[in-house]
Every structure is written in C-alpha cells, then in structure tokens.
C-alpha cells in the first residue's frame, strides 16, 4: 500500500470517526435509552395527549411556514437573479441574517415588537389577535429562522441555467406567468424541492425562537422540541428520550428525502 493510500484512508477514518463521535454515539445513546423500559413505554409516552398535541402543533406550524417560506424564496431568488433594482446587497443580507443571529434574539425581537407592550402588541390585541404565547407567533418564529433556505437553494440554479429559454419563450409570444410556469419553474424544481427539504428539518427541530414566544402551555404551544425540554427539566427522562426518539424518526425520514431529491438532481 502506498503513502498516498495510507493518507487517504486514514483522511476517510477520521472524518468517519469524528461523524460518529459528534452524532452516531449520541443518537445511539438516546436510541438505547429510549427503547431500554421497553417499547410498550415507550409507545404509551409518545401516545399521550401531550405528546399528540405537540406532534401535531409542529406538523401544522411546518406546514404554515414552509409554503410560505418557498413562495417567498422562489421570488426573491427571481429579484436577486433576474431583476436590476437598486438595494440587492441589501435583501442579501436580510435574507442572511437568520444565520448570524441567535434564534434566541429573534424570538425576543417579536416579542418585543408583537408582546402586549410591544410596539404592534397594542393594535393586534385591539383587533382580538393574539400573536405572542400562541400559533401565530410561533409560525413567524419558524418562518424566520427558515427564511434563508429556498432563496440559497435556487439562486445558484436560476445563475446557472441562465435566461436564453425565457427570452426564447418570451420571443414566443409567452406571458411572464407562462414563461415562468413552463419555463422556469421546472428547470428549478430541484433547487427548490431541496430548499422546501432544508426547511422542513429546519422547522421541525427550531426550539430557541419558538421557546420565547410560545409561553409553553401545555396542550397548546408545546412543540416536540418544547415537549423534550419540558419532561427532561420535570425529571422524566423516559419521556424525554421517547420524544427524542420520534423527532430522530422524523429527521432520518427528511434526510433519506434530502438524499433521493439529490441523487434524481444529480441523474437530470
């Protein structure tokens, strides 16, 4: 076996270990734990109402937040890509700013400016809508911190592909809502398929800006994240471990999609 074989292999074990030392224990770990009572147990703690209730608040949230979160992605990419106005540096380092600042802060951000002292608080309140410790604030959280995932998806893929086909469509007679509907929406679909993936594992998972305007009440604004803190800092660690196991489940299925959209990207 030559140097270069031996560099190359050991290159291969240590990122592999170094994977396996940073996720595969841990998961192991809570998997073990998990299933350790038995899977009675474990399928009575994830059957509670409790824990019904928070499954199927993040599933409704996910499904608020991410549609819109690709609406959205797929327009701006179009005006970062396709457009000429004035102020792209700008919505660029909006569309970022999600990545550099703690969930934590923009949680505290809506609160303050949506909370019952808040600058818009008084006016929602008015009106009978209430936005902090309920739905409606938690989906502005999710949407948020998932804002940057389609745009950064597809912007590479509208730069790539470039516009001849639209100018020819256009040149054609098309309307831009024809031209982008058979033209540009299916030369983008993988992009943006990957982005709604990035987003849905995003939304699932959130906890720090959902934990600031959610108030935790039970059976209402607990998400399965809230739901895991919540029994672990009440001493019921089976619980915990039940519930982390199922948001385990949940991100293996998103990421054996991640995996499939990829490879058929990859195939066209």
Do not use: H
């Not at 009575?44 to 928070?54: E, G, K, L, N, Q």
Request: glycine share 8%; charged share 15%.
């Amino acid at each position: 076996m030559t140097t270069s074989s031996v560099s190359r292999y050991g290159i291969r074990v240590f990122a592999l270990g170094y994977v396996a030392l940073l996720l595969l224990v841990p998961i192991g770990v809570v998997l073990y734990r998990t299933f350790e009572p038995g899977v009675g147990a474990v399928w009575d703690s994830i059957t509670t109402p409790a824990a019904v209730s928070a499954f199927w608040l993040t599933i409704e949230i996910t499904a608020i937040a991410v549609p819109l979160n690709t609406i959205f992605g797929i327009v701006a990419a179009l005006a970062l890509v396709r457009s000429r106005v004035r102020g792209k540096r700008f919505l660029e380092a909006l569309i970022d700013l999600p990545f550099a600042i703690s969930p934590v802060v923009i949680g505290l951000s809506l609160f303050l400016l949506y909370g019952r002292q808040g600058w818009l608080g008084p006016t929602f309140t008015n009106a009978g809508i209430q936005v902090i410790f309920s739905v409606p604030g938690m989906v502005l959280a999710t949407i948020f911190v998932c804002l940057p995932f389609v745009v950064r998806e597809v912007v590479p893929v509208l730069r790539e592909i470039g516009d001849e086909q639209e100018q020819a469509a256009s040149t054609l007679g098309a309307s831009r809502w024809q031209t982008f509907w058979r033209v540009t929406l299916p030369a983008i679909r993988w992009g943006v398929a990957y982005g709604v993936v990035l987003s849905v594992a995003r939304a699932i998972g959130e906890f720090g800006a959902v934990s600031v305007v959610s108030g935790k009440i039970s059976g209402e604004t607990i998400t399965l994240p809230l739901l895991v803190e919540n029994r672990f800092s009440n001493f019921d660690l089976a619980g915990a471990y039940a519930a982390s196991a199922l948001m385990a489940v949940i991100a293996l299925a998103v990421l054996l999609a991640m995996t499939l959209l990829q490879r058929k990207g990859d195939a066209r």
